[in-house]
């Protein structure tokens, strides 16, 4: 049977948290510094996010600049890292290709691993249901890229939807690696036990922190961001100034870019990748392994 969080993963050996995008890892991260001392007793360094992406994620993701230089270890082979980030596999704007998710974040997952010079005995992925993972995604991106309309940003067509893809792939690059896999719907509330899950530690040892922002854009915004490009280029300035007017807030609708028949393909989409993944954890003998958290919808 597929395990639950009550099984934990095997503790030996490295930790590479891949993310993805939009699955709670902002907050997941902001768990980790006040765990540092159960993490140390545990034999396990988390590297701090911004030192490491500047050593590490963003020369893989420059195609390799500057010398390598592996992490420090004793002659123990200690410490065992966690390392956590999910610009990893791709940056946002690289995420959507016309056959994958994430094309190349297996091989940008074992580059990186080469280059730090970390053995990850588990791989852990979040996963997210299309329909709103897509709208998530796009509003990300508006933050940090030029305006693009939904619908040229959204040119990934649905047999390209697929989470279990991606898992093979990195199942393939690391044959010796568990590949720990949790859905974002079930995350809520159980941050620290997922994380219990991931290192083998308790879940009190992972204090809460302040709640994430709310994420996404307003309907509004939205809106309100498209007609301006209907009638021209949209600047940054612009982005800002409709975020400000339209406010994502508890009574504002979410940005929802579907009609209900497109929403629930992409739901019996995300179904249908799941149904994908519990065939892997049989054919894998659970190499590949879903977290199934008790009291979380099946």
Same mark, same amino acid.
Do not use: C, M, T
């Given at each position: 049977m597929p395990q639950d969080h009550s099984s934990p993963p095997s503790p030996a050996g490295d930790i590479l948290w891949l993310g993805v995008h939009k699955t709670g890892t902002t907050y997941l991260q902001s768990l980790l510094p006040r765990a540092r001392p159960a993490l140390a007793r545990a034999g396990l360094l988390h590297v701090g996010l911004a030192a490491f992406r500047s050593l590490y994620t963003?020369?893989?993701l420059n195609g390799g600049a500057g010398t390598p230089t592996p992490l420090p270890r004793d002659d123990a082979k200690a410490p065992?890292?966690?390392?956590?980030?999910?610009?990893?596999?791709?940056l946002v704007q690289d995420v959507l290709s016309r056959h994958a998710l994430y094309p190349d974040g297996a091989e940008r997952a074992l580059q990186l691993a080469r280059r730090a010079g970390i053995h990850p005995n588990r791989i852990v992925l979040g996963i997210r249901s299309f329909d709103s993972y897509l709208p998530s995604l796009y509003c990300e991106v508006l933050k940090s890229m030029p305006f693009l309309p939904f619908a040229d940003f959204n040119r990934i067509p649905l047999t390209?939807?697929?989470?279990?893809?991606?898992?093979?792939?990195l199942a393939a690059?690391?044959?010796l690696a568990q590949i720990c896999v949790y859905r974002a719907e079930d995350l809520k509330g159980r941050e620290a036990d997922l994380l219990a899950w991931v290192t083998g530690l308790a879940s009190q040892d992972f204090p809460a922190a302040p709640g994430p922002v709310r994420e996404g854009f307003s309907q509004g915004a939205i809106d309100a961001l498209?007609? +301006?490009?209907?009638?021209?280029?949209v600047s940054r300035q612009d982005v800002v100034r409709c975020l400000e007017a339209h406010p994502r807030t508890p009574g504002s609708a979410a940005f929802r870019p579907w009609?209900?028949?497109?929403?629930?393909? +992409?739901? +019996?989409?995300?179904a249908l990748d799941l149904e994908e993944i519990g065939a892997l954890e049989k054919s894998t003998q659970d190499r590949v392994t879903l977290w199934r958290p008790k009291g979380a919808a099946s």
């Open positions: 963003d020369p893989v065992r890292y966690l390392i956590f980030d999910e610009n990893i596999p791709a390209a939807l697929s989470w279990s893809n991606l898992i093979e792939r690059a690391f044959p498209h007609e +301006l490009h209907r009638q021209g280029p009609e209900d028949a497109r929403q629930r393909d +992409l739901k +019996l989409a995300y």
